[in-house]
Structure formats: structure tokens, C-alpha cells
């Protein structure tokens, strides 16, 4: 069974460092792109980035490119999202995903449980 | 703005036809990028309900159907029971901005 579990609430102040996490297990890691996907309270999701497990190769939404870090450790089948440094827009619902795609689509087959973010003075 | 646009909200009695449209343009759906779409119920990740030519994920009724015209899209859902009361996303791949998203439509069963 495909399953990606994503790291626990984080609440963090303007300015500060978060990395949150995503372990994946029931399929072959490195195989298939992982996304990370922002979602705000009450609007659609907003795709930010996807990495591929096997080589590191990364690809990030130019609304997200630079504001955030996408990482992978093959070890422990484990994808990261960082910032340096937040901003209260930042609060949101964070979800991992993996991502499938071949000539002329792209889906999110399987989704992590999300990951809340908080961050306020 | 979502790239693709879709009603906030729509609603139907138990058993009745609704459906949900998804408009994109000539970079995403126009240039020929399939539509997958997600059920969200309050609380819970987004789910993969369908993709590509009427492709369903193992599990999800065939009371669930999808079509693509030109740069849109629609989700259509016959025999509506209480429990298809959730959000539903729209999502394609844009020639520009990579993968892209509707901004989400709320289903109402009456």
C-alpha cells in the first residue's frame, strides 16, 4: 500500500526556519516524482515544487522559486520542504504528493495527510 | 486567481445530476492537457477521483464521469448521495506555470 506520511503541526514566529518532512513507503522511492503542494483556508491548492528521488533533479513553480527549498534523503525515503525564513503568509496546510505524468497529463496519485503551518507573532 | 476557473458552489437533491466545469485556456486544457480531478471532504487530503478519458482510481463509483471540450472541462455526478458532499478541484498542466489547479468547487446535497 502506497503511503506517504508527513511530519507533525509546526508553529514558528515571523522570520524563523522550519523544515517539515514526508516519508514514502509501498512503492519504489526513487521511481516517481514527489510535489508539495500549498493549501490556504479555503482556496484551491497551489502546486510549489517537485523533486525526483532518484537524482535530486527539481523543478519549482515560479511563484515558489526561491521562497522555498525542496530535498530528498534516499536513506530514509524521506522528502523535505524548508524555508529560511517565514512570513505569516505563509500559514497553510502543506501537503506532500506523488506526482505521475507522462505525453500531455500530470496527476497526484497518492497524497500525504498534510502538514499545518502556523506562523504569527 | 486560480488558473482554472471553477464555480465556488454548486448544489443538488439526493439523486439528481450535478455538474462542475473547469475553464482553462489555449497553455493548459486548450493545448491539449488532460483533466484529473479531486474529491476533498472537510479535513482531509485532496483525492484522486479522475483522470485522463474517464479514468477512475480503484474505488471511486462510476456515478462520477468526466469530459474535456476545447479549454474546458466538466465533472458530472449522477444519483448524488449525502456522502459526495465535499470540495471538487479541477487540476492540468500549463505550458507556462507547470502544474496548475482550479480554485475549487462546493458541492452542496440538499
Known amino acids: 500500500e502506497v503511503q506517504l506520511v508527513q511530519s507533525g503541526a509546526e508553529v514558528r514566529k515571523p522570520g524563523e526556519s522550519l523544515k517539515i518532512s514526508c516519508q514514502v513507503s509501498g512503492y519504489i522511492f526513487t521511481d516517481y516524482f514527489i510535489a508539495w503542494v500549498r493549501q490556504k483556508p479555503g482556496k484551491g491548492p497551489d502546486w510549489m515544487g517537485l523533486i525526483f528521488p532518484g537524482d535530486s533533479d527539481t523543478k519549482y513553480s515560479p511563484s515558489f522559486q526561491g521562497q522555498v527549498t525542496i530535498s530528498v534523503d534516499r536513506s530514509s525515503n524521506t522528502t523535505y520542504l524548508r524555508w529560511d525564513s517565514l512570513r505569516s503568509s505563509d500559514t497553510a496546510i502543506y501537503y506532500c504528493?506523488?506526482?505521475?505524468?507522462?505525453?500531455?497529463?500530470?496527476?497526484?496519485?497518492?497524497w500525504g495527510q498534510g502538514t499545518l503551518v502556523t506562523v504569527s507573532s | 486567481q486560480s488558473v482554472l476557473t471553477q464555480p465556488p458552489s454548486v448544489s443538488g437533491a439526493p439523486g439528481q445530476r450535478v455538474t462542475i466545469s473547469c475553464t482553462g485556456s489555449g497553455s493548459n486544457i486548450g493545448a491539449g492537457y488532460d483533466v484529473a480531478w479531486y474529491q476533498q471532504l472537510p479535513g482531509i487530503a485532496p483525492k484522486l477521483l479522475l483522470y485522463g478519458n474517464n479514468n477512475r482510481p480503484s474505488g471511486v463509483p462510476d456515478r462520477f464521469s468526466a469530459s474535456k471540450s476545447g479549454t474546458s472541462a466538466s465533472l458530472a455526478i449522477t444519483g448524488l448521495l449525502a456522502e459526495d458532499e465535499a470540495n471538487y478541484y479541477c487540476q492540468s498542466y500549463d505550458i507556462s506555470l507547470s502544474e496548475v489547479f482550479g480554485g475549487g468547487t462546493k458541492l452542496t446535497v440538499l
Open positions: 504528493a506523488r506526482h505521475l505524468g507522462g505525453s500531455g497529463w500530470r496527476l497526484f496519485d497518492h
